[in-house]
């Protein structure tokens, strides 16, 4: 609570002043949150058409045979510089799908294509990011490690 008394004329425009930039603040404050993705549709959804909550059957037919097969997660290696990891609940449905990408691979998403926004990249050239979708059941991950060969990986991964 504010106590207003022995306050001069100056300190009450003062305290109005804070008060009013305060409130015209709110709004860009509310967006801001909302652009860190609770309320927000994913921009990254899929990788290869695979999304979580796809069954198996259905993952390895878009995706071809893994190269390691199992119950609970297969392996796909797409050329040298490209594999992905997915891994399956116990209902055999997708809920893990994490893409690796080394350096000089072709189609690495970027982090505009992954968040809808550019990430400023640490001193180091590293970058990382993660922003949880509520409504869509999951989070979504970007890291790009430092270096003169950088590998990125993108992951999607289902809140529990």
Same mark, same amino acid.
């Given at each position: 609570?504010?106590?207003?008394?022995?306050?001069?004329?100056?300190? $009450?425009?003062?305290?109005?002043?804070? $008060?009013?930039?305060?409130?015209?603040?709110?709004?860009?404050?509310?967006?801001?949150?909302?652009?860190?993705?609770?309320?927000?549709?994913?921009?990254?959804?899929?990788?290869r058409g695979i999304q979580i909550?796809?069954?198996?059957?259905?993952?390895?037919?878009?995706?071809?045979?893994?190269?390691?097969?199992?119950?609970?997660?297969?392996?796909?290696?797409?050329?040298?510089?490209?594999?992905?990891?997915?891994?399956?609940?116990?209902?055999?449905?997708?809920?893990? $799908?994490?893409?690796?990408?080394?350096?000089?691979?072709?189609?690495?998403?970027?982090p505009k294509a992954v968040f809808?926004?550019?990430?400023e990249p640490k001193a180091d050239?590293?970058?990382?990011?993660?922003?949880?979708?509520?409504?869509?059941?999951?989070?979504?991950?970007?890291?790009?490690?430092?270096?003169?060969?950088?590998?990125?990986?993108?992951?999607?991964?289902?809140?529990?």
């Open positions: 609570m504010i106590r207003f008394s022995k306050i001069s004329a100056s300190q $009450l425009i003062e305290v109005v002043f804070v $008060l009013a930039v305060s409130s015209a603040l709110l709004p860009m404050t509310a967006a801001a949150q909302r652009r860190s993705g609770a309320e927000e549709d994913p921009v990254f959804r899929e990788y909550g796809m069954t198996t059957e259905e993952t390895r037919k878009k995706l071809g045979n893994p190269r390691d097969k199992g119950d609970e997660q297969d392996f796909y290696v797409f050329g040298e510089k490209e594999t992905a990891q997915i891994v399956y609940d116990k209902a055999h449905k997708v809920s893990v $799908l994490s893409v690796d990408f080394l350096s000089g691979a072709n189609g690495v998403p970027t809808g926004d550019d990430i050239g590293s970058i990382y990011k993660l922003i949880r979708y509520k409504k869509a059941g999951y989070w979504v991950s970007y890291n790009r490690t430092a270096g003169n060969s950088p590998m990125i990986s993108v992951t999607i991964q289902r809140i529990e």
